[in-house]
């Protein structure tokens, strides 16, 4: 009677437990249906191949819980395999086969990133020993993943400040698309923080466990585009040594974020559009195409509508982009959330420096306020960590500004003081708000005592409970 080798958490459609995937790739007939029926008695969901190209095809098309492979087989060897599964599917445990004479390729193959290997000729009681040994390596490599993408899906979701109206749209439809894997486009200027954006989406939604591939069009050679984005076969061009997974394969039921996509070449952006509307990519190469599972988020700063018009760029595929569009403002029109953003900065680099930086000075905000920011996010951020660098214990003041004037000075106006009032009055609120009205972690949220908290609550009219 076999054994109940389901997974915990592994469940179908219907609710029921599913048993646990295995694949065999394995030349030699007897050896490999024998591992095959064995595990199969033992509950097992078995899948046998013969050799390692198939092997290869299989891992792509659906997940497996474990790969047990030869090290020798025809058309792609163990360690070809091993190396392939590494970068698709780092999450899958493989354990190697291997005969006395080749010890060695065992070596290897562990430094490769085998989860353990069996000698030939195969002892069953080691194989289901090292089987359910391998298979939990793989569960706490998905435990630990899921729980360092989870946090990252906090931290991502809190470096998106704002309290501006256009911010908080656009955080209401960001929070709307983490539950579905439609093709986003975001338009912004360069430094508004079009990455920030595109990994809030995946990491605080339904691919948080999954792959954020990000790549930036525009840094990529002309000539090694399409490698790049689909893969390519040994062979296929010079220099083309061996088999290469794209970034479209890398980011299998994740994300992939292609950043300056108005960059592309015109013979690209042809072959992007087919893989959105078919979800299959061919390698450079190769005739056979490979099933995609990916959601698309695009970026640009540029117009595209205007690069259509100018046959630029492609206006179907321009079209497959703009299924859902978020626009980001520049810092210019969102100059209320400069002081938020500032205070974020500050509490960032000082603490990353570990030097006790308490603050602006008036005068700082005020200078802040009445900058330009032509950089936007990415050029804030970069004055407020040169003044942290240069700060020695004190407020951050004008002189410590790249653009701060001497004539300016750290006394504020009365209009200033209530403008300042309001934002740490918002500040407070949000965080109250976003704590549940925890006093003690929203106190140790904003850095101050939960007397201090309490005392600023009064001064400012803030209720003591949510109303």
């Not at 046959?311 to 497959?320: N, P, S, T, V």
Request: glycine share 8%; net charge negative.
């Amino acid at each position: 009677m076999a054994k109940d080798r389901t997974t915990a958490g592994k469940v179908s459609k219907d609710g029921a437990s599913m048993p646990r995937s295995i694949l065999i790739a394995e030349d030699e007939q007897v050896l490999r249906e024998s591992l095959a029926e064995l595990l199969s008695q033992e509950g097992y969901e078995v899948v046998q191949t013969p050799n390692g190209r198939v092997a290869h095809e299989m891992a792509l098309q659906r997940p497996f819980d474990l790969v047990l492979t030869d090290v020798r087989m025809p058309e792609m060897d163990g360690l070809t395999l091993l190396a392939n599964l590494r970068r698709l599917a780092p999450q899958t445990p493989v354990l190697i086969l291997t005969a006395y004479g080749t010890v060695d390729s065992a070596v290897e193959a562990m430094r490769a990133g085998a989860a353990d290997y069996l000698l030939k000729p195969v002892q069953f009681d080691d194989l289901l020993l090292k089987v359910e040994r391998s298979l939990a390596h793989g569960d706490l490599w998905r435990a630990n993943r899921l729980m360092t993408e989870q946090l990252a899906a906090e931290s991502a979701f809190e470096n998106l400040v704002g309290q501006s109206a256009p911010m908080q749209r656009l955080f209401e439809m960001v929070r709307r698309l983490a539950s579905v894997k439609s093709t986003v486009l975001i338009f912004g200027e360069s430094g508004t923080g079009k990455e920030l954006i595109a990994r809030a989406i995946h990491y605080n939604g339904i691919t948080r466990d999954k792959p954020f591939v990000p790549v930036n069009c525009g840094a990529i050679p002309e000539t090694l585009i399409a490698s790049e984005l689909f893969g390519h076969r040994k062979g296929s061009f010079t220099g083309a040594t061996a088999d290469r997974v794209g970034y479209f394969e890398a980011a299998g039921g994740g994300t992939l974020f292609l950043d300056e996509i108005s960059t592309l070449p015109l013979q690209t952006q042809s072959m992007l559009l087919r893989v959105l509307e078919e979800r299959v990519v061919v390698p450079v190469g190769d005739t056979r195409g490979r099933p995609v599972d990916v959601r698309i988020i695009a970026a640009t700063n540029r117009d595209l509508r205007e690069m259509v018009s100018k046959g630029q760029f492609r206006e179907d595929l321009m079209y497959r982009l703009d299924v859902v569009k978020l626009e980001l403002p520049p810092l210019r029109q969102r100059r209320e959330d400069i002081p938020l953003l500032a205070h974020h900065f500050l509490r960032k680099y000082a603490g990353q420096m570990n030097k006790p930086v308490p603050g602006m000075t008036n005068g700082a905000v005020r200078a802040l306020l009445g900058y330009g920011w032509p950089g936007n996010i990415r050029e804030l951020e970069n004055v407020i960590e040169r003044a942290v660098i240069f700060a020695d214990g004190h407020e951050i003041g004008v002189a410590d500004l790249p653009f701060g004037s001497s004539e300016q000075n750290d006394e504020p106006g009365e209009e200033l003081r209530e403008a300042l009032r309001q934002f740490e009055r918002q500040h407070i609120l949000d965080s109250l708000h976003r704590h549940d009205y925890d006093k003690n972690e929203c106190a140790r949220h904003l850095g101050i005592g939960l007397s201090s908290l309490y005392r600023k609550m009064e001064e400012l009219g803030i209720a003591k409970q949510e109303e």
